[in-house]
């Protein structure tokens, strides 16, 4: 899925849950993809989202927006969740914002679906 020019990703659907592997710069420029193409993946499911971030080069405070606003999206869609799969930069970024209590951050995508399956 290319979503812009400097932010690309893959789509896994697996029984309960969708994982987004992501490349690049999630920025001012391509949020607004970003936002609308996950946006509509959550809206036609599965309800659990897994956002991997881990190869992320730069999250600015458009993407943290967008990221705010998706976790609210999938949250309420029949009781579904957004995990993200952060990198030291992103992790930075969010603990920065102090998102990180509302952002669930994971270190791998193993750590998120164990803790969809809690």
Known sequence: MTLTVSL?????????VQIFRLTGLLDAFSEPAFRKEIGK???EGPKHIILDLSKIDFVDSSGLGAL??????????EEGSLQVVANAR???????????SFLSVCNTID???????K
Do not use: M
């Not at 690309?8 to 309960?16: H, I, L, P």
């Open 8 to 16: 690309r990703g893959t789509r896994d659907v697996r029984e309960n």
């Open 111 to 117: 750590e998120a679906l164990k803790t969809l399956a």
């Open 90 to 100: 992103v992790r930075q970024t969010v603990k920065l914002v102090r998102l990180e």
């Open 41 to 43: 993946c959550i809206d």
């Open 68 to 77: 705010v606003q998706l976790v609210k999206k999938a949250t309420t869609v």
